[in-house]
């Protein structure tokens, strides 16, 4: 069975810096999808970038890109010049492609952003 | 933009109380899942619904069931809650031209004394 481990449980950054947020994860498939979804607190969850296995380009969206390192089932989220907005609990997922219909989330990393 | 919504936000039941949780999406997805969300564990995989009617179990589907009548609707339901019970419910919702990305409620805080 495929497992996904966040080894952080808590990060914290000042407000405009750079931290990455780590993933690892286990899996016998070669091809499937990863994710970083954010829950602000007491909002509702949202996906913020996805990596598919098969694509080695690392994935970007604005502050938010992804390191993939498939060898070493590990992919990390950098958040760059971080804001306030960004505090959040982070979850990593893995999703396999044949036909599989669930995700497997990881612990949760919860970011705090100091001002 | 897809909206899942959960009839309620918060719900306080007791112990052997039957329990409804009911998700419903307003995007025609195909997929609907229910997930309990614990600190130190992640969200972990209750039941999920691939079409009206169907069902397959996730990883922790004892002491639940599950019912999909209408494409829109997938409930959660405890049969007899019990305080293992409290957690934060999520239910979430994928298909259509973005069926890479599951859309998420808000959840629902159930306490169960």
């Known amino acids: 069975a495929q497992t996904v481990t966040q080894s952080q449980p808590e990060m914290s950054v000042q407000e405009a810096e750079t931290v990455t947020l780590s993933c690892t994860y286990d899996t016998s498939e070669s091809d499937y999808y990863l994710f970083w979804y954010k829950q602000p607190p007491s909002r509702q969850m949202i996906l913020v970038i996805r990596q598919e296995a098969y694509k080695q380009q690392n994935a970007t969206e604005n502050r938010f890109s992804v390191n993939f390192q498939k060898a070493a089932k590990s992919f990390s989220l950098k958040i760059s010049d971080s804001q306030l907005g960004d505090a959040a609990m982070y979850f990593c997922a893995y999703r396999g492609s044949r036909g599989a219909q669930k995700l497997v989330f990881g612990q949760g990393t919860r970011l705090t952003i100091n001002p | 933009d897809v909206k899942v919504t959960q009839s309620s936000r918060y719900l306080v039941k007791r112990t052997g109380e039957k329990v409804f949780l009911e998700c419903v999406q307003d995007m025609d997805h195909e997929n609907m899942f229910w997930y309990r969300q614990d600190p130190g564990l992640g969200l972990r995989l209750i039941y999920f619904s691939y079409d009206v009617k169907m069902k397959e179990k996730g990883d922790i589907p004892e002491g639940y069931s599950v019912s999909r009548e209408k494409k829109e609707r997938f409930s959660l339901i405890l049969e007899s809650a019990s305080t293992n019970q409290t957690s934060m419910y999520l239910c979430?919702?994928?298909?259509?031209?973005?069926?890479?990305?599951?859309?998420f409620g808000p959840g629902t805080r159930l306490t169960v004394l």
């Open positions: 979430a919702s994928r298909g259509g031209t973005r069926d890479n990305e599951q859309f």
